[in-house]
C-alpha cells in the first residue's frame, strides 16, 4: 500500500485563495433592478464579498487530489493497482461528506 500524506499534513501545505462572490442584491450585474443605476450595496462592481473554502470544500479538493496522484503513479508503476490503492485509501478515510450521496469522475 502507498502511503498517504493525511489530510491535516496536506492542508497544512496548501495555500487557499479566498474567492469573491457575486452582490445578492444585483445578482452580479451591479445595476439596481428598480432604477437601473449602481447598486448600494456594491458601488455598481457586482461583487458582494470575499468568500472562504468551507471544510467540506476543502477536504473534497483533498479527495479529489489524492486520487489524481494515485491514479498518475499507478498508471506508471507495475506493482500497484488504481482499484486497490484507491479503495484501501476510501476504506481508510471515507470520502468527504458532500460526495458520499455523488457520483465521482
Same mark, same amino acid.
Given at each position: =500500500?502507498?502511503?498517504?500524506?493525511? *489530510?491535516? +499534513?496536506?492542508?497544512a501545505l496548501q495555500v487557499f485563495e479566498d474567492r469573491e462572490v457575486e452582490c445578492q442584491e444585483c445578482d452580479g450585474? /451591479?445595476?439596481?433592478?428598480?432604477? /437601473?443605476r449602481d447598486c448600494l450595496e456594491c458601488g455598481g462592481s457586482? =461583487? /458582494?464579498?470575499?468568500q472562504t473554502l468551507s471544510q467540506a470544500e476543502i477536504e473534497a479538493r483533498y479527495f479529489c487530489e489524492? =486520487?489524481? @496522484? *494515485?491514479?498518475? *503513479?499507478? &498508471?506508471? @508503476? @507495475?506493482?500497484? %493497482?488504481? *482499484? %486497490? +490503492? &484507491? /479503495? &484501501?485509501?476510501i476504506k481508510r478515510y471515507g470520502r468527504p461528506g458532500s460526495m458520499r450521496n455523488s457520483v465521482i469522475h
Open positions: =500500500m502507498i502511503t498517504i500524506q493525511p *489530510l491535516y +499534513e496536506w492542508q450585474t /451591479g445595476e439596481c433592478e428598480c432604477c /437601473g457586482g =461583487m /458582494g464579498g470575499i489524492v =486520487m489524481e @496522484s *494515485l491514479q498518475r *503513479l499507478c &498508471a506508471f @508503476s @507495475s506493482r500497484h %493497482d488504481f *482499484l %486497490d +490503492e &484507491a /479503495g &484501501a485509501f
